[in-house]
């Protein structure tokens, strides 16, 4: 049986390793690729799997991209419109250009006049994204205001590959659908000071038409009904006074005294050359890099620690730790090797 293939696929390459890691998933190890494309898990019965072959019906197997290190956990941000979302956000992504990264969502709607593709929203027709929602593209999806709005996979991926820290902007119904995922994340609800005051910001915006704002506002009251009881928040903060609430924000998310040059953690690279050989010890991964029996007196040895894997398809797979040993002898079977 042809199983049907999930999450993003390795392109071809030269050759690959491959090993199994237990009875969930197979790690694929590309040869010849660039460090952030050799590293692959290829999963046959993971939960995500499971969960697949219930809602098609038929056999299905998932590949995950493997990422060293962790990323740092997304920070959800939540409130009715006009409340002051984006301004909070864009504070954070100027003081901290290194630390955060924005979750471009897929949406519906029409863009406002000084809003660019790619970089506020993937504007998108519903039809489109109607059926990237059934492929399993999304991490989460509602309808917001009569649109259509979303979080691809894909979107929050991106951010942590560049050893960032992801932000996303997303209504109430969005927080409780990831709050109930495998990602953990941080939840902030943004609350305005009245109702008054809201409608004041949101026509102060001057971005919407005068229903948009009333749909708006009526729909404001239920929001913050429910991002006030229901439970799915970290924090509530008020948005009175803008640089009070900033600082606030700043202090839920544990970054007092950080300055802007001292706050990234890159993710860090592995060099595999194409002559290698791949074999498991407990949960090590021995990489042997160059030619094998080619008579030389010591070759590298890469070690993958897969003891703590994270996330999988149909995102990324982290938390590898890696490590190598420099020249070690030959005949090595799992025991007597030294690290440096
Ligand atoms: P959201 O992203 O939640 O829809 P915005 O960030 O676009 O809201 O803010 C709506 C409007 O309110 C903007 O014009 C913004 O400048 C203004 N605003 C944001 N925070 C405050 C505040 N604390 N006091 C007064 N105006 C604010
Ligand atoms: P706006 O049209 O003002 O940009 O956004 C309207 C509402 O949609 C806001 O409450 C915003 O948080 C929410 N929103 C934006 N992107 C997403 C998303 O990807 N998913 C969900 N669930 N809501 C979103």
Same mark, same amino acid.
């Given at each position: 049986?042809?199983?049907?293939?999930?999450?993003?696929?390795?392109?071809?390459?030269?050759?690959?390793?491959?090993?199994?890691?237990?009875?969930?998933?197979?790690?694929?190890? =590309?040869?010849?690729?660039?460090?952030?494309?050799?590293?692959?898990?290829?999963?046959?019965?993971?939960?995500?799997?499971?969960?697949?072959?219930?809602?098609?019906?038929?056999?299905?197997?998932?590949?995950?991209?493997?990422?060293?290190?962790?990323?740092?956990?997304p920070v959800v941000i939540?409130?009715?419109?006009?409340?002051?979302?984006?301004?909070?956000i864009?504070?954070?992504? =100027?003081?901290?250009?290194?630390?955060f990264g924005f979750s471009v969502s897929h949406?519906?709607?029409?863009?406002?006049?000084?809003?660019?593709?790619?970089?506020?929203y993937h504007?998108?027709?519903?039809?489109?994204?109607?059926?990237?929602?059934?492929?399993?593209?999304?991490l989460e999806?509602?309808?917001?205001?009569?649109?259509?709005?979303g979080t691809s996979i894909e979107a929050v991926e991106v951010v942590s590959?560049?050893?960032k820290r992801c932000i996303l902007d997303i209504?109430?119904?969005g927080?409780?659908?990831v709050?109930?995922?495998?990602?953990?994340a941080?939840?902030?609800?943004?609350?305005?000071?009245?109702?008054?005051?809201?409608?004041?910001?949101?026509?102060?915006?001057?971005?919407?038409?005068?229903?948009?704002?009333?749909?708006?506002?009526?729909?404001?009251?239920?929001?913050?009904?429910?991002?006030?009881?229901?439970?799915?928040?970290?924090?509530?903060?008020?948005?009175?006074?803008?640089?009070?609430?900033?600082?606030?924000?700043?202090?839920?998310?544990?970054?007092?005294?950080?300055?802007?040059?001292?706050?990234?953690?890159?993710?860090?690279?592995?060099?595999?050359?194409?002559?290698?050989?791949?074999?498991?010890?407990?949960? @090590?991964?021995?990489? @042997?890099?160059?030619?094998?029996?080619?008579?030389?007196?010591?070759?590298?040895?890469?070690?993958?620690?897969?003891?703590?894997?994270?996330?999988?398809?149909?995102?990324?797979?982290?938390?590898?730790?890696?490590?190598?040993?420099?020249?070690?002898?030959?005949?090595?079977?799992?025991?007597?090797?030294?690290?440096?």
């Open positions: 049986m042809i199983p049907t293939v999930r999450g993003e696929e390795p392109k071809p390459c030269e050759g690959h390793s491959a090993v199994a890691i237990n009875e969930d998933r197979i790690l694929v190890i =590309k040869k010849g690729a660039t460090s952030d494309d050799c590293i692959w898990f290829l999963e046959v019965d993971t939960q995500y799997v499971r969960e697949q072959k219930k809602k098609v019906g038929t056999e299905i197997v998932a590949w995950s991209r493997g990422f060293i290190g962790n990323a740092q956990k939540s409130g009715p419109s006009g409340v002051g979302k984006g301004t909070l864009s504070l954070l992504m =100027k003081e901290f250009p290194s630390l949406t519906t709607r029409a863009p406002r006049e000084m809003e660019k593709n790619g970089e506020h504007f998108t027709e519903r039809s489109v994204m109607e059926k990237e929602i059934k492929d399993g593209k999304f999806y509602a309808s917001v205001h009569g649109n259509l709005y590959d560049a050893g209504d109430v119904q927080a409780k659908s709050r109930a995922s495998s990602l953990e941080i939840f902030i609800f943004i609350r305005p000071p009245s109702m008054k005051q809201l409608e004041e910001r949101l026509r102060a915006r001057g971005t919407e038409t005068e229903d948009q704002i009333q749909k708006r506002l009526q729909n404001a009251e239920a929001e913050i009904k429910q991002g006030t009881s229901s439970g799915i928040f970290d924090h509530i903060l008020y948005n009175d006074k803008l640089d009070e609430c900033y600082k606030n924000l700043k202090e839920r998310l544990g970054l007092d005294g950080i300055t802007a040059s001292n706050n990234q953690t890159a993710p860090r690279e592995i060099d595999l050359p194409v002559d290698h050989s791949v074999s498991k010890v407990d949960n @090590k991964i021995l990489i @042997k890099c160059g030619t094998p029996g080619s008579g030389k007196a010591s070759e590298n040895l890469i070690i993958l620690d897969v003891s703590s894997l994270k996330g999988g398809a149909p995102g990324r797979t982290r938390g590898l730790d890696v490590y190598a040993i420099d020249s070690f002898s030959d005949g090595l079977n799992g025991n007597g090797c030294q690290c440096r």
